[in-house]
C-alpha cells in the first residue's frame, strides 16, 4: 500500500528556532511536494522537488528551504521559525508522468497525515 | 499557471446527487483536472481525474465542457461519511510544473 510519512504529527517551536520536518515515501516516486494548509487559504505549494538534490519554488517558498537527498526522503526546513509559520505542512510525492519528462507527473499524489506545527 | 475557483461550501442531504462546479478559465492545452477529497486531520485524497468530455469510476462522475474552462464533480447518492473539503486541481502533468490547489469546497452532508 502507498505510504508517505511524515515524521511529527504535531510540533510546537519558538520563535527564531530551526525547525526540521521530514517526510519519506516507499513508492520510488520521483516527485515530491510541500504544502502548507491554513483556513480559508486552501493547499499553497511551498517547494516541490523531482529528483534527488533537485528543487523548485513553489508560490510560498519565502521562509522555506528543503533537502532531497536521497529518492525517498523530502525535507522541509524553516531556518527561523516565525509565529506567521503556524501552520499544517502537508508533504505528497507523485510518479513521473508518462511522458517521461523529468517534473511530470500523473496528476495523483499521495499524501501525508499532515504535521500540525505551532510556533510560539 | 491556471487558477481555479470554486465554491466556499455547499449543503446536501443524504440520499442526493451532489454536483462541485470548479472554474478555470484559463486551463492551459496540456492540463488535465484533479479532484481530491480531504477529511479533518487527514491530507487530501485523490478521487478522479479527466481531460475532457466525461470520466466515471466507483466514487464520483467527472464532466469536462468542450472549452474545459470548468469541470463539475458529481458525487452521486452522498452520505454522512462524505462530508470534506473537496480541492479541485489543475496542472501540466506532462511536465515541469506547479501543482497548485484552490480553496475547496466544504461540503456538509445531513440526514
Known amino acids: 500500500d502507498v505510504k508517505v510519512t511524515q515524521s511529527s504529527r504535531y510540533l510546537v517551536k519558538r520563535t527564531g528556532e530551526k525547525v526540521f520536518l521530514e517526510c519519506v515515501q516507499d513508492?520510488?516516486?520521483?516527485?515530491m511536494f510541500w504544502y502548507r494548509q491554513d483556513p480559508g487559504l486552501g493547499l499553497r505549494l511551498i517547494y516541490f522537488s523531482y529528483d534527488v538534490k533537485m528543487k523548485e519554488k513553489g508560490d510560498i517558498p519565502e521562509g522555506y528551504s528543503v533537502s532531497r537527498e536521497k529518492k525517498e526522503r523530502f525535507s522541509l526546513i524553516l531556518e527561523s521559525a516565525s509565529t506567521n509559520q503556524t501552520s499544517m505542512y502537508l508533504c505528497?510525492?507523485?510518479?513521473?508522468?508518462?511522458?517521461?519528462?523529468?517534473?511530470?507527473?500523473?496528476?495523483?499524489?499521495?499524501f501525508g497525515e499532515g504535521s500540525r506545527l505551532t510556533v510560539l | 499557471l491556471a487558477k481555479t475557483t470554486q465554491p466556499i461550501s455547499m449543503d446536501s442531504y443524504e440520499g442526493q446527487e451532489v454536483n462541485i462546479t470548479c472554474s478555470h478559465n484559463?486551463?492551459?492545452?496540456?492540463?488535465?483536472i484533479t479532484w481530491y477529497q480531504q477529511f479533518p486531520s487527514q491530507g487530501p485524497r485523490f478521487i478522479i481525474q479527466g481531460y475532457k468530455t466525461k470520466v466515471t469510476n466507483e466514487v464520483a462522475s467527472l464532466f469536462i465542457p468542450a472549452d474545459r474552462k470548468s469541470s463539475t464533480l458529481s458525487l452521486p447518492r452522498v452520505s454522512l461519511s462524505d462530508t470534506a473539503v473537496y480541492y479541485c486541481?489543475?496542472?501540466?502533468?506532462?511536465?515541469?510544473?506547479?501543482?497548485?490547489f484552490g480553496t475547496g469546497t466544504q461540503l456538509k452532508v445531513e440526514l
Open positions: 486541481l489543475v496542472g501540466l502533468t506532462g511536465g515541469g510544473n506547479k501543482l497548485t
Open positions: 484559463n486551463i492551459a492545452t496540456n492540463d488535465y
Open positions: 513508492m520510488d516516486h520521483e516527485n
Open positions: 505528497a510525492s507523485s510518479p513521473l508522468g508518462t511522458s517521461g519528462r523529468a517534473g511530470g507527473n500523473t496528476g495523483e499524489l499521495f
